[in-house]
């Protein structure tokens, strides 16, 4: 089955600590995307890749880091600089070629991060 | 950049009636509109979507209008049944935001039955 995956589905981090988040996709869709979600909010993006090795700072990148080494990779770091990492992180991925400059993003199951 | 904001951020329906969810955005360069349906502890699911050429569109018990005019736009759900509780996003691509979307704030749409 094509689709995005996200693990692991709980993660808990102690403060001072970086944690990764992982994000696979098998859609073969060039960009991929970080938002993050808190109770009562929309979703924030964090970071997002167009291309293979490279990514643009999102609205809320402070704290954050990412990479893009294989097309169907977008992993996630929380550094301990972010100073209120508790929340709701969720990838996505879209197809960005065929001429259609913006199409449906798929968002994978999402990833609950608590610091503890 | 682009800003969306949605309303209401709650709404409360019995089975059957109808539910309409609103949107306005400020780029009027704005060409895609997405609605997600989100459920407890999932990721969003796109539901419809409409480009900026288009005034309206209809899936089932589900439509999406358009006012590129005011910049807002709609969703409408008929018939509504307690399956369609969920939280409920919408979101817009700028015109200069190749592929990145901006959310409104979600709406949490409870079906009674």
């Known amino acids: 089955d094509g689709g995005i995956t996200q693990s692991p589905k709980y993660l808990f981090r102690k403060e001072g600590q970086n944690v990764t988040l992982s994000c696979e996709q098998n859609?073969?869709?060039?960009?991929m995307y970080w938002y993050r979600q808190d109770p009562g909010q929309g979703l924030r993006l964090i970071y997002y890749?167009?291309?293979?090795?490279?990514?643009q700072k999102g609205d809320i990148a402070e704290g954050y880091s990412v990479s893009r080494e294989k097309k169907e990779s977008f992993p996630l770091t929380v550094t301990s600089a972010q100073k209120n990492p508790t929340a709701f992180y969720l990838c996505?991925?879209?197809?960005?070629?065929?001429?259609?400059?913006?199409?449906?993003?798929?968002f994978g199951q999402g990833t609950r991060l608590t610091v503890v | 950049g682009e800003n969306v904001e949605q309303h209401p951020s709650t709404l409360s329906v019995q089975e059957g009636d109808s539910a309409v969810i609103k949107c306005t955005y400020s780029?009027?360069?704005?060409?895609?509109f997405p609605w997600y349906k989100q459920e407890l502890g999932k990721g969003p699911q796109l539901i419809i979507d409409?480009?900026?050429?288009?005034g309206e569109k209809k899936d089932q018990r589900i439509a999406v209008t358009l006012n590129k005019t005011a910049k807002h736009f709609s969703l409408h759900i008929t018939e509504t049944q307690p399956e369609d509780s969920a939280v409920y996003f919408c979101?817009?691509?700028?015109?200069?935001?190749?592929?990145?979307?901006?959310f409104g704030q979600g709406t949490i749409l409870t079906v009674h039955p």
């Open positions: 996505a991925s879209s197809p960005l070629a065929g001429g259609v400059k913006n199409t449906e993003a798929f």
């Open positions: 859609l073969n869709h060039d960009a």
């Open positions: 890749s167009q291309i293979v090795n490279d990514f």
């Open positions: 979101a817009a691509i700028g015109g200069t935001s190749y592929g990145k979307l901006t």
């Open positions: 780029d009027s360069a704005s060409n895609y």
């Open positions: 409409i480009r900026s050429n288009v």
